[in-house]
């Protein structure tokens, strides 16, 4: 069993939209949430962590975690083309992360 | 803003060499990571290091491998006898404090056994 599952995409939104891009994972232990944004060639860059239930907010991104589920979101809103990427769920059940396949997101203008 | 940094950018090697991959973390940060990312697959964990030993690691870092902090500054991964899978993309990360902090990554080294 997968323990960290994202769908690879790609997700393609236009411009301006939201992209709202989804994860679960299998660990319930798990006590850290992470988003990485990397780009083709480079390193993960991280961009958004939660550790509790609930949303939270950091300029255009949203993160959502729901552990009764074992659900983590992204929600980007005012997509731009730079944001296009993959976009990388980690979970932290001990010391290391462990990182979802990743999901392309291609914002067109 | 302080960064982690990793030398060499790219490391080419013959099967059966030894290589020494090169991290300088962030400064005030406490856990040292080593991942991998194979190309068109996930990034993963390799080992973790704090306090000057490894804190935990992965079935893929086995007796080819070992890290070590030899001054206050570099953190280092060797592969001691190279073989044509270990080819991918070594990131070094850190954190500060507590193992389940946000983990900062490098620029990478693209490892490349022939």
């Known amino acids: 069993q997968k323990e960290v599952e994202q769908n690879s995409g790609p997700l393609s939104v236009p411009e301006g939209a939201i992209a709202s891009l989804n994860c679960t994972y299998s660990?319930?232990?798990?006590?850290?949430f992470f988003w990485y944004r990397q780009y083709s060639g480079k390193s993960p860059e991280l961009i958004m962590f939660i550790y509790s239930n609930g949303d939270k907010e950091d300029g255009r991104f949203t993160a959502q975690l729901n552990k009764a589920s074992q659900y983590v979101s992204l929600l980007i809103r005012d997509s731009q083309p730079s944001d296009s990427a993959t976009y990388l769920c980690a979970v932290s059940p001990t010391d290391k992360l462990i990182f979802g396949t990743g999901t392309r997101l291609q914002v067109f203008p | 803003e302080p960064e982690v940094t990793q030398t060499p950018s790219h490391q080419v090697t013959q099967m059966g060499q030894e290589v020494i991959l090169r991290c300088v973390p962030i400064?005030?940060?406490?856990?040292f990571y080593w991942y991998r990312q194979i190309l068109g697959q996930k990034v993963e964990f390799l080992v973790s290091f704090y306090n000057n030993e490894i804190s935990e690691k992965s079935e893929i870092f086995d007796d080819q491998f070992s890290v070590e902090r030899p001054d206050g500054s570099n953190f280092t991964l060797k592969i001691r006898s190279t073989k044509l899978e270990d080819s991918a993309m070594y990131f070094c990360?850190?954190?500060?404090?507590?193992?389940?902090?946000?983990?900062?990554f490098g620029p990478g080294t693209r490892l490349t056994v022939t």
């Open positions: 400064s005030n940060h406490l856990y």
């Open positions: 990360a850190s954190s500060e404090g507590h193992s389940k902090d946000e983990q900062y």
């Open positions: 660990d319930r232990g798990s006590q850290s």
